[in-house]
C-alpha cells in the first residue's frame, strides 16, 4: 500500500472511536427525550430527585424514635392548644388566638377571620402547619438539600389546601356571595375562561396591554446606537445643560426586559439618572430562540458587556465609565470586571451591583430547583426546544411564593370575582424571555452547582476571573425579602474583593425593592461603607452597625456615584458616534424589547 494510500485511509482505531462517539450521543439522546417525555407530566421536576428526597428523609425518620416520639408529643400538645382555644371561644368571641401567622402570611388578616368558625378553621390550619414543619425539619441525617425539598413540598401540599382556598371556609368570599347573591363565582368563571384562553392561546394576561414599551412605559427619550445578534444599546437623550463627565452603563439580567429599570415616567431609575445630569446608556437584550441554542455565557459577556464597553468608549472618549448590573447582569458585569481586572483593562470608574450574587452557595430558594439531577433533567428540556421558555422559568418563581402569586389571585379573581388592576412592574413582570440552551445550561452548573467564580475558577479568555482582581469602587444592593438573590449571600461580595464596598440593604423584594423611587411612602435602606483595610463584619454584626436612612437609596447611589466621578461638568455628548461606526439607528426603546 503506498504511503497516500495509507494516509487516505482512515485508520480502525479512529473509525471505532467516531463510530463510539456517534453511538454514545445516540443512546444519549435516547435519555434526553425520554426525561423529556416525562418533564411533561412532572412540572418539569426530576422524579428521581423528587424521589431521592422522600427516601433520604423517611428512612431517617423510620430510623430515629426519638424524633417520632417527640412528633407525637408535638402533635399532643397542639391538639390540647387548640381544644383549650376551641373551649374558651365558646364561651367568649374575644379569646386571643392560641398562635399566630408566620411574618408575610396576609391570608388570615380580614376581619372576618376573627369570628367563628372561621377563627377555628384558621388555627387548626396554622398548628397543623406548625406540626409539619417540625415533621420535615431537624430529622438526624437528612441531606439538608433534601430537608429543604421536602419541607417545600410539605408546603406547596398544605397550603393547597388552607381554608383561605376554600370558597365555604373563606369568610371573605361567603361574605361576597351574600352580597352578589352568587354573582362573583359566575364572575370568577368568566375570568377564569378568560385566563386560560389567553394563556392557550400565547396572549399576555389581561391589562398588559396597557403597558405597552416605547407608549406607555420605556418611554425615556433616547436613541438604540449599537446592536448585534444580542444586544441593542439605547443612549438616553439628556434633559441638563451640562452632566457628569463619567457615564452609567446599565447591564440588566438577560431573564427580564431591560425596562424594569424604565417603567413609568414617575419610576423609572433611568429617567432619575438622565435628570440628574448623568449620561446614560443601557443594554436591551435580544429574546433569543431556538436557533441561538448554542450562545454561551461568554457570548453574553463579549457581545454584551464588552461590546456595549467598546461604544460608550466610542461616544464618550477618554472618560471611565459607570458600569451598573442588576441580577444575572450584575453576576455576568462582575466576571467581565473580575477578567478586566486580570488583563490590565482600567477602563470602569466603578461597578456597581443591584441583587446580584457572586457566591452560589446560599442562594436561597432557588436553589430547591438545582441539583445534579434535576440540573439533567432541565438539560434535557433545554436540549429539545433550544431554550428554556419563560413559563417554565415564572412557574418556577412563582413556587417560591405561592400564597402570594398563586393562591391570592386565585381567590381574588376566581372565588371573589374581582379583577386586581395591573400596574406597571406586573405588566413588564409577564413580559418574559427566554435563555439559550447552552448558556443557562452553563450558567447552573458552573455558577450554581460548581460555584467556579467564588473560588476562582471560572475562566475568561484563558485565564480565571477572579473576583479579587475586582479594584474599582463597588456599590452592592440587596433587598429584604428577596427570593431569588437572598441579601445574606449577595452580601458575601465583602469577603471575595479586594476593594471599597458599599453595601446598601433596602425595604422590599428581588425587584420592587430596586424600584424605589424619592417619594414612595415606607421606604427605608441601611448603608455602611468599608474601607479594604477595615475589619470584615459578618451579615448579621452589619446589621446591627449599618446607619438606618428612610427614603430612597437611589439618592444615595447618586451622591456615590458623585463622589467617584470627576468634579467637573461636561456638555453632554453627541447622541452616537456615526463616524465611529455608532450611528443612531432608531428611537428608544428598540426592536428587540418588543420581541415575544
Partial sequence: MTAAASAAKPSTSVVAAGEESVGTEGFRAIDRMSDMFVAQFTAGFSPASLALAFFDWSIHLAAAPGKRAELVNKAARKTSRLLGYLAAASTHSDTPPCIEPLPGDYRFAAEGWKKQPYAAFAQAFLLNQQWWHNVTHEVPGVTPHHEHVVSFLARQLLDTFSPSNNPLTNPEVVAKAFETGGANFIQGWRNFVEDATRTATNQPPVGTEGFIPGKHVAVTPGKV??????????????????????PILIIPAWIMKYYILDL?????????????????????????????????????????????????????????????????????????????????????????????????????????????????????????????????????????????????????????????????????????????????????????????????????????????????PLFVVGTERDHVAPWRSVYKVHQLTDTDVTFVLTSGGHNAGIVSEPGHPRRRFRVATKHVADLDLGPEEWLLAAERKDGSWWIEWTHWLGAHSSSESVPPPRMGAPDKGYPPIEDAPGTYVLQR
Fill in 225 to 246: 446606537v449599537y446592536r448585534n445578534h444580542l444586544i441593542e444599546l439605547i443612549q438616553y437623550a439628556p434633559t441638563t445643560d451640562k452632566v457628569r463627565a463619567e
Fill in 264 to 472: 413609568s415616567p414617575e419610576n423609572s431609575l433611568v429617567r432619575y439618572l438622565v435628570e440628574n445630569g448623568h449620561t446614560v446608556f443601557c443594554v436591551s437584550w435580544r429574546n433569543p430562540d431556538a436557533a441561538d441554542r448554542d450562545l454561551t455565557m461568554d457570548d453574553y459577556r463579549r457581545m454584551g458587556v464588552m461590546a456595549a464597553l467598546d461604544a460608550v468608549n466610542a461616544i464618550v472618549p477618554d472618560r471611565k465609565i459607570h458600569a451598573t448590573g442588576y441580577c444575572l447582569g450584575g453576576t455576568l458585569l462582575a466576571i467581565a470586571a473580575a477578567a478586566m481586572g486580570r488583563a490590565g483593562d482600567d477602563r470602569l470608574a466603578s461597578v456597581t451591583l443591584f441583587a446580584a450574587q457572586i457566591d452560589f452557595t446560599e442562594p436561597g430558594e432557588l436553589a430547591l430547583f438545582i441539583d445534579h439531577s434535576e440540573m439533567h433533567f432541565l438539560d434535557s428540556m433545554m436540549w429539545n426546544r433550544g431554550y428554556l421558555s419563560a413559563d417554565q422559568m415564572a412557574e418556577a418563581f412563582h413556587l417560591l411564593r405561592t400564597n402570594d402569586l398563586i393562591w391570592s389571585r386565585h381567590v381574588r379573581e376566581y372565588l371573589m370575582g374581582e379583577r386586581a388592576p395591573m400596574i406597571d412592574l406586573m405588566a413588564w413582570n409577564a413580559d418574559s424571555t427566554r435563555m439559550p440552551y447552552r448558556m443557562h445550561a452553563e450558567y447552573l452548573r458552573r455558577l450554581y452547582l460548581d460555584n467556579e467564580l467564588a473560588a476562582g475558577r471560572f475562566m475568561v479568555d484563558g485565564h480565571p476571573a477572579v473576583p479579587q482582581n475586582i479594584r474599582t
